[in-house]
C-alpha cells in the first residue's frame, strides 16, 4: 500500500520538481572532485569515538565556511551549523564522526596508518570502515549546495554532525547536551547510510523498523575451583557456562513468536588457566538483536532467568548478569519516507530506488526519533556495479561494512549521495516565492 501511495506520490514531485532537480544534477557534476580532497583527508585521519577533536574541528571549519552559524561541544565533539533562509520547517541532516579500531587493508594510496588504544586497553589500527568518512564529505557538500542555492528552499537546515555512533550513545549525549533545547528541535530528520552490498547509483529505503535493539550482555557465571582431578568437590563453572550456551538458545526459539525477529549470539566465552584447573568463574559475552521494544524487553528476563536457573540447578552462586551498550530500533516515520522517496525517484529515476530489508545492525539515529522527532535513514550504494557482478561470478562474498578491506567507490557514490541528499532537503522546505 505505501508504495503505491509513494508512486502516486511520485507523479507530483516529477511535475513540480524539474528545475530543481537539474540544478541538483549540474551541480553535483561539477562538486564531486572539489569534495575529493576532504574526503581522502577525512579516511587517512580517523579518530575513535569520544575523541573526534580534529574531525569535529574539521567539519566546523567547512560548515563555517559554507556559511553556517556554527555550535561546537555538543554533547562531546558534536558540531551544529545552522542555515537559515527565512520563514519555513527547521529539517536535520545528520552524519556521524567516528572511525572503528581496525587496521585497513584496502591498499588505498590514500589508506589509513593511524593507530589509538582502543576501548580494551590495546593498540589498534584505526579505518573509516563503516563509511563515515563518505557520510561526512556528503553532508558538507549538502551544506554548500544549500549555502548556494538559497533561492531553491525556505526555513532552516540542521546539519548535525555526531560523535561516538559507533558506541551507540552520541546522539543520546548531544540530546542531554541541549540539542533540541539550546539549538531548534526540528520537524524532521534525515540521515543516509552506506551500503556494501547495493550497487553506486542507487538508495535503499523503507517505512517503520531498519535498524534493531542492540544490546550487549555480560555473564559472570560462578562456582568453586580445585583441582581437575577430583571435580566432586568442586562447582564447574565451565560446564555451568556450557549448558546455559545451549539454553539461551531456545530463548529464540521457544519464547518468542517467530513472526518477531530476534538473535541472541554468545560472542566470547573465558573461563580457566590450565588444564586440571577447575576455575571459580567463566565469563561470557552476549549480543542481544530484536525490533519490538516488548520482544527487547522479553529477551533481556529470559536471559537473566536462565542464568539464575542454570546456577541453581548446579547448586553454585548466583550470577551476574549486565546488560550495556544499547540502542533502540530505528523506526522510519511512514510519512516521512512516503514525502521524501518520490524526491529520490525524480532525480534517480524509479529503478535505481530500492525497497530494502530491515537489518539487524544497531544505530543510534533512534534517539532522535525518541526525542519526538520524525526520522528517515536512508541507504547508499557504494559498490561498483561490475564488483558485484564479478563476486558473484566468482562466489565470492564482497567486503562488508566494518570490514578491514571495505572501500566504497566514492565518486559516484558521493554524486548519488548529494543528488538523493540535497533532494530530500528540498522535497521538505518550500522553494522561496519572489
Same mark, same amino acid.
Given at each position: 500500500m505505501l508504495r503505491c501511495l509513494v508512486a502516486v506520490t511520485a507523479c507530483v514531485i516529477l511535475a513540480a520538481s524539474g528545475a530543481r532537480a537539474a540544478d541538483v544534477h549540474a551541480w553535483a557534476d561539477a562538486e564531486v572532485e572539489r569534495l575529493i580532497p576532504l574526503y581522502e583527508h577525512l579516511h587517512q585521519n580517523p579518530e575513535l569515538s569520544f575523541e573526534e577533536r580534529e574531525t569535529a574541528r574539521r567539519i566546523a571549519d567547512e560548515l563555517q565556511a559554507a556559511g553556517?552559524?556554527? *555550535?561546537?561541544?555538543?554533547? &562531546?565533539?558534536?558540531?551544529?551549523?545552522?542555515?537559515?533562509? &527565512?520563514?519555513g520547517p527547521t529539517v536535520m541532516f545528520r552524519c556521524d564522526l567516528d572511525? $572503528?579500531?581496525?587496521?585497513?587493508? *584496502?591498499?588505498?594510496?590514500?589508506?589509513?596508518?593511524?593507530?589509538?588504544?582502543?576501548?580494551?586497553?590495546?593498540?589498534? &589500527?584505526l579505518m573509516?570502515?563503516?563509511?563515515? @568518512? +563518505?557520510?561526512?564529505?556528503?553532508? =558538507?557538500?549538502v551544506a554548500r549546495f544549500l549555502a548556494a542555492h538559497r533561492h531553491d528552499w525556505t526555513g532552516t537546515a540542521m546539519l548535525v554532525a555526531q560523535p561516538a555512533e559507533e558506541r551507540g550513545n552520541g546522539a543520546q549525549r548531544m540530546i542531554e547536551d541541549g540539542l533540541f533545547t539550546r539549538l531548534p528541535k526540528p520537524q524532521f530528520a534525515l540521515a543516509l547510510h552506506c551500503d556494501s552490498s547495493m550497487a553506486t547509483g542507487r538508495v535503499g529505503w523503507r517505512a517503520g523498523y531498519v535498524c534493531a535493539n542492540t544490546d550487549s550482555c555480560d555473564i559472570v557465571v560462578r562456582g568453586r575451583g580445585g583441582h581437575g582431578s577430583r571435580p566432586e568437590g568442586c562447582i564447574d563453572p565451565i560446564v555451568q557456562a556450557a549448558q546455559l550456551v545451549l539454553d539461551l538458545q531456545t530463548i529464540v526459539s521457544r519464547e518468542i513468536s517467530p513472526f518477531e525477529p530476534a538473535v541472541i549470539t554468545v560472542g566470547s566465552i573465558h573461563g580457566g588457566s590450565k588444564h586440571n584447573i577447575i576455575s571459580d568463574e567463566c565469563r561470557? /559475552? +552476549?549480543? =542481544?538483536?530484536?525490533?519490538?521494544?516488548?520482544v527487547r524487553d522479553r +529477551?533481556?528476563?529470559? =536471559?537473566?532467568?536462565?542464568?539464575?536457573?542454570?546456577?541453581?540447578?548446579?547448586?553454585?552462586?548466583?550470577?551476574?548478569?549486565?546488560? @550495556?551498550?544499547? *540502542?533502540?530500533?530505528?523506526?522510519? #516515520?511512514?510519512? $516521512?519516507v512516503m514525502r521524501v522517496v518520490p524526491s529520490f525517484e525524480a532525480v534517480l529515476g524509479e529503478e535505481n530506488v530500492l525497497p530494502v530489508e530491515?537489518?539487524? &545492525?544497531?544505530? #543510534?539515529f533512534s534517539f532522535y526519533s525518541l526525542a519526538g522527532v520524525p526520522v528517515f535513514m536512508f541507504r547508499l550504494g557504494t559498490v561498483n556495479p561490475d564488483e558485484i557482478e564479478a563476486a558473484r561470478r566468482e562466489g565470492r562474498p564482497l567486503p562488508t561494512l566494518h570490514s578491514a578491506k571495505y572501500a566504497p567507490d566514492?565518486?559516484?557514490? +558521493?554524486?548519488?549521495? $548529494?543528488?538523493?541528499?540535497? /533532494?530530500?532537503?528540498?522535497s521538505l522546505m518550500p522553494p522561496r516565492v519572489e
Open positions: 553556517c552559524e556554527v *555550535t561546537t561541544g555538543v554533547g &562531546g565533539h558534536g558540531v551544529v551549523g545552522l542555515l537559515k533562509n &527565512g520563514n572511525a $572503528l579500531p581496525v587496521a585497513e587493508e *584496502t591498499g588505498l594510496p590514500f589508506a589509513s596508518t593511524k593507530t589509538a588504544v582502543a576501548a580494551g586497553g590495546a593498540e589498534s &589500527g573509516h570502515a563503516c563509511g563515515h @568518512d +563518505l557520510h561526512m564529505t556528503n553532508f =558538507i557538500g561470557l /559475552q +552476549l549480543t =542481544i538483536r530484536s525490533y519490538d521494544p516488548a +529477551l533481556h528476563e529470559s =536471559i537473566r532467568r536462565k542464568a539464575f536457573a542454570v546456577a541453581e540447578s548446579f547448586g553454585a552462586p548466583e550470577p551476574t548478569v549486565t546488560f @550495556d551498550e544499547g *540502542t533502540p530500533a530505528v523506526f522510519n #516515520d511512514e510519512g $516521512l530491515p537489518v539487524m &545492525g544497531g544505530e #543510534d566514492v565518486r559516484p557514490a +558521493l554524486r548519488t549521495g $548529494l543528488v538523493a541528499s540535497t /533532494q530530500a532537503l528540498l
